[in-house]
């Protein structure tokens, strides 16, 4: 690993953090983060690796918005048609990161966003679920008492599974977590 790939990569998560921020607050992503960001991907990429590094790093960019933008026409989820809980940011950012790790990192960069987003939205619901109720309902069928299911609270589910998740707080997480874990992903996986 060279220096400028070194620098590469910090520059990576500092662009992946300040748009984690940014979504954090305004729900958005800016195309005055992503384009500029990506251009410097690719010619940090070229000053490192030559016209190789450059052609993964436009490779890297186009997988990483290939991918984002078929989850987001998937048509499926309740959202289909309307504005989902992805956009056009979240497709630009994923890209950007592929323009700045190249078209495998962005794959298992992917790998590691849908999990941390299934695990953001498991919490997320999670914490509506009234756990105790739960367990003494279950302690008294083990006790050979009769079950009674725990009363939630529908209306507050329904507001906060419609409730949207800034995607950047999953996409940050799943750069950083494919950058240091990458090459153990791929063994795993059989791709190694």
């Keep these: 690993m060279t220096q400028l790939t070194t620098i590469t990569q910090v520059i990576a998560i500092v662009v992946v953090m300040i748009a984690l921020v940014i979504d954090w607050r305004t729900e958005k992503i800016p195309n005055l983060l992503t384009f500029p960001a990506s251009a410097a991907a690719i010619l940090l990429n070229y000053l490192d690796k030559g016209m190789d590094g450059a052609l993964q790093s436009v490779t890297g960019w186009f997988v990483g918005a290939a991918i984002t933008l078929f989850f987001i026409y998937l048509p499926i989820g309740p959202k289909y048609g309307e504005d989902g809980p992805m956009g056009m940011g979240d497709a630009k950012l994923m890209a950007c990161m592929g323009a700045f790790l190249g078209t495998t990192t962005v794959l298992v960069t992917f790998f590691y966003f849908a999990l941390c987003y299934g695990a953001i939205s498991m919490f997320q ?56 874990f990458q090459k153990q992903t791929l063994t795993f996986l059989g791709f190694n």
């Design 125 to 180: 619901l999670g914490r509506l679920i009234p756990w105790k109720q739960v367990f003494n309902a279950f302690a008294a069928v083990a006790l050979g008492g009769k079950l009674v299911a725990p009363q939630v609270d529908s209306e507050k589910l329904t507001e906060v599974r419609k409730k949207r998740i800034p995607i950047g707080l999953a996409i940050a997480l799943g750069t950083v977590i494919a950058m240091f």
